[in-house]
Every structure is written in C-alpha cells, then in structure tokens.
C-alpha cells in the first residue's frame, strides 16, 4: 500500500514538474532588441553600427534568463518603418518583435570629438530606465562607454553583477623595485631606459628565440607573411644570418623556436595558412643550412609550457574554408610529419593561440588564462573548468586572422588569432605573472576587418589575492606588439624582452612595410 501510495506521489510530482515548471521558467527569459546606432559623422563608419550592435548584443546575452533577438530580423522590422528611429518608433518596433526592452542610441563625430548618447527604453511601460552620455576626444572612448552601459543594464534591470576588478594597494617600500627597464604601474611614468632598437623593412608577424644552429648561443627568428628570417647579436645589433623565402603563395601566421628532439639544434615551427588549409612546416640545422624536416602539415603549431610536462609541441586543425576545429592536441613526431597524441582539457572557448596554464593565482593549483577570441576579455578558470575571474579591459590586439568565406564577400568572416601569451615567475614569489600586449586602436576592437592598431604596451600581470592585475608595463610603442619572447636573446647570461613592434600610426599588420625589434633588459 505504501509502494502504491508512493508511486502515486511520485507520478503527481513528476507530471507537476512537467507541466509547470517550463512554464514559469520561460517567464523569467527576458528579450531585447539593439536596435542600429545612428551615426552623425562626414565618413563612413558603418562598422561601427555593425560592432555597437554585436557588442552590446554579446554583453546581454544570457543563457535561459536573457535573450538578445537577432540583428537581421530587427533590421527587418526596422525596415518597415519611415523616418529617423526616435523613442515611439522604437517602443512600436519592440511591441512588434513583443520584446521586453529596446536599446536606442546614437554616435557624433565632428573633427576629432566624438559623443555617444544611449538608452534603454520598456516596451511595456514605455518609458526611459538607463541612458548613457560621453563625449571625449577621439574613438578611444566608445568601448568603455558601450561596455559601461551594458554593465548598468546587466545590474539594474537583469540583477547580473559583473564584479569589477579590486586593486590591491602596493606597500610603499616596493615600489621601486622591479625589472629593469619595466614600469611598475604605481610610479611615475617616467621614461625607462630600452637597452636596444633596431628597425627592419618589413612588417613582423611574429617571433622567437633560440639556439638554431646548435653554437651554443641564441638567435633571433621572425617571420613576416612569407619569409622566415634569422638574425645573430653581433657587435651589439642583430646581422642577418639566413632568410628563407616561401613558395606557392605563403601565408606564415605564428611561429614558435624550440628543441623538442634534444639534439641541441632548436627546431623552427611555422604555421602557414593555404587558401582554404594548412601547410605548416618546421625547419631544423643540417649539414650547414636549414633544412624542411616536415612539410605540408594540416597543424597550427605552437611550443607551450603545460605544467608537469615542460615545454610542448601542441597542434589544432582547421576546419576546410573554416575556422578551428573544436580540440588541441599533444603532438607526436612521427618521421617527417606529426600525429595527433593525447587531446588538452581546456575550457570551451580555448584555441591553440588563446590560452597559457600555470600556477597564476594558487601555488598548489593549475589554473587555465584564456583570451577570449570575441571581445579579447582575459578569463581566468580553475583546475575544474570554472571561471574564478575576468578582466574589465581587452588585451592583445593583432590583425592576423583566417578567413571563412561566405555567400558573398560581405558574408566573409574573419577569425583573428590571438596575441601571445605566456607565465614567467619575474619576481621569483611562486606565482607566474602573465605576459600579453595591449594594443591601442582608435576604433577599440569593433573593426572586424582590417583591424587598426596605433600603438601598444607590454603588461606583465601578477596576482595580487582578490584581481590579476597589470604589476609592471613597458613604456608606450609608437607601433603595434606583434611578437615577444622572455629570453637571454644577446647571450649576455641574462634573460631579455624581445618585442617586435610594427611602425606606423595606423598600422596594419602584415601589410606594413616597417618594424622594429626592441629589447628590454632585465636584472
């Protein structure tokens, strides 16, 4: 009788589960419409409608709570509707699209001042709940306004706090100390002495350090989109020493510089994008001259240091005319080619490009530190896959990208990679502290081709209990970062950074003509 008593129960309580539960579950999903930005400006700026719109949508996007409706069916609507969008136009475009909240907004440029004026608006109750205003001197604030906006919807309307980062207060008697040659963020900014600067005629796509030919002293190796260049510390400069030119329409996007095989020679590994593939290859010392010791690879490589294996030779595929394939592999040598050996554990949106793993915020554990290919946000997760932290600013900032063609030209879709990023314990404390550039646009990062980058600086980040958070900086590069290394690169028995820097006030990458390799050295 109380078997029968209980199944009955349990009957009542799945079938309440089913028919409720649902229902008051999409009750909660809220929708928003992001309706195009009007911009006020003599030149085109298009993409910037386009990047508004993509950026507020991807900040208020939220699983099973909020819901963004699609662009191309609100620009149907849109459509539909004469005249200049104004407040009643958009309360009868949300009505239309029976959506929660509509967001408004315009973009003004005039000479070299720029203001963004936004608003949310309720469709229900037709009024104003949050505006926006910022005027400033050129493009650079439109993100953090955009951003800062999408954060007040977040908190006071969807009750979403995205908790802002906490700086910890540096003890006064460390504040001079530090790497030579760095700017510890606390200081005065005063000028820092770089301990070398050379320019090249070419545009640098990326580089690296090693002992190439087996002599016992390191070289310098980059690349530009089609040549490989190897340059010796001679005399206190850099003299080139070979240049090994590509073939079939080379397209050379990252480079790595290590002795995986132990024979003392480093191996050179070069990821090379077909037009709808890969074709990497890797270059070692032989016999006097560099030779292709593995060719035609459908890998993108790239040496990384993974916590009790050391340094690693890791691949990942591309999708035909696509983008990543979804896994990263360890790679096993295998004769002249590579295969595919055990598969990483990393978090969803990692890529081989993206990611550095290291003991960052805990002596005792392993956490994973990911750029986030979209917004370019630094997403800090733990030994278990979940996200203990996340930067309010971008970081990195590089054009070099693959395409995914679609229909038409319009319809292509860029992918672009992500700057370097790699741990080094530099003040020798048991925590790794995080290298990445940060490179300034005047458009932020909502150009989605041919991305625009006026200058950049070096940060080391370093965990101060509560935030990851920029310890020490270069001075500011009149260029783009491309490349950086943390090694001994002029054999002077003290490690070095190397950067190269693409020149230009508008450069971009790849296509410049010009760079410059800086070194910073370190006590």
């Known amino acids: 009788m109380r078997k029968a008593v209980f199944k009955i129960s349990l009957m009542i309580l799945l079938l309440t589960l089913t028919v409720f539960v649902p229902a008051s579950y999409a009750e909660k999903i809220k929708t928003i419409i992001v309706l195009p930005f009007k911009i006020n400006a003599a030149q085109d700026l298009t993409f910037l409608k386009e990047g508004i719109m993509d950026m507020l949508s991807s900040r208020l996007s939220w699983k099973d709570r909020v819901m963004v409706i699609e662009k191309g069916l609100v620009k149907e609507k849109v459509a539909e509707f004469k005249g200049s969008l104004n407040k009643e136009i958009a309360i009868n475009i949300g009505k239309a699209l029976k959506a929660d909240y509509v967001i408004l907004g315009s973009l003004t440029v005039f000479g070299d001042s720029v203001s963004i004026d936004a608003k949310i608006l309720d469709v229900n109750k037709e009024k104003e709940l949050i505006t926006a205003f910022n005027q400033s001197k050129g493009m650079d604030e439109v993100i953090p306004t955009v951003n800062k906006f999408a954060q007040d919807i977040n908190a006071k309307i969807m009750g979403r706090y995205v908790r802002t980062p906490v700086y910890a207060k540096v003890p006064e008697e460390e504040e001079k100390v530090g790497p030579k040659g760095l700017i510890r963020v606390k200081e005065s900014l005063q000028e820092k002495e770089i301990g070398h600067a ?34 010796k510390w001679t005399e ?48 070692e010392w032989q016999s006097g001259d560099f030779a292709t010791i593995a060719k035609g690879q459908r890998w993108f490589f790239r040496v990384v240091d993974i916590p ?22 360890i790679l096993k040598r295998e004769g002249d080619s590579f295969a595919k050996g055990e598969r990483l554990r990393l978090p969803a949106m990692a890529n081989i490009f993206n990611f550095t793993q290291g003991n960052i915020a805990d002596k005792d554990e392993v956490q994973t530190l990911i750029l986030s290919p979209e917004t370019e946000i630094l997403f800090l997760f733990n030994k278990d896959g979940k996200k203990i932290w996340r930067s309010d600013d971008s970081f990195g900032g590089i054009d070099t990208h693959m395409v995914a063609p679609g229909s ?36 932020g990062r909502l ?14 980040l370093s965990w101060d209990k509560v935030d990851l958070a920029t ?33 230009g006030s508008k450069s971009i990458l790849g296509r410049s003509g010009r760079s410059q390799v800086v070194i910073y050295d370190l006590d």
């Not at 580089?207 to 190796?221: A, I, S, T």
């Not at 850099?238 to 995986?260: C, H, M, Q, T």
Request: charged content about 25%; aromatic content about 10%.
């Open 236 to 283: 206190n400069k850099f003299a080139e020493f070979r240049s090994i030119k590509g073939r079939w329409s080379p397209n050379y996007v990252y480079l790595s510089v290590a002795d995986l095989d132990g024979n003392g020679r480093a191996e050179i590994y070069v990821s090379n994008l077909s037009e709808s593939g890969l074709s990497s290859f890797v270059l």
């Open 471 to 503: 310890k020490w900086e270069t001075k500011k590069m009149s260029g783009a970062i491309t490349g950086y290394s943390l090694k001994d690169v002029d054999n002077d028995g003290r490690l070095e950074f190397v950067m190269s820097v693409v020149l």
């Open 308 to 329: 009790g294996k050391g340094k690693t030779l890791i691949g990942q595929s591309r999708i035909t005319g696509g983008g990543f394939t979804r896994y990263i592999y």
């Open 408 to 443: 038409s030209e319009a319809d292509e879709r860029w992918i672009h990679f992500s700057s370097p990023i790699f741990l080094s314990d530099i003040d020798n404390d048991g925590l790794s502290e995080v290298v990445i550039c940060k490179n300034k646009s005047s458009v």
């Open 447 to 460: 150009l989605e081709k041919n991305r625009m980058f006026s200058s950049g600086k070096l940060h080391i």
């Open 198 to 231: 050379q320019a090249f005629r070419t545009g640098i796509v990326g580089l690296d350090v090693g002992d190439v030919d087996g002599d016992g002293k390191n070289e310098l190796v980059f690349i530009d989109s089609n040549t490989v260049y190897i340059h």
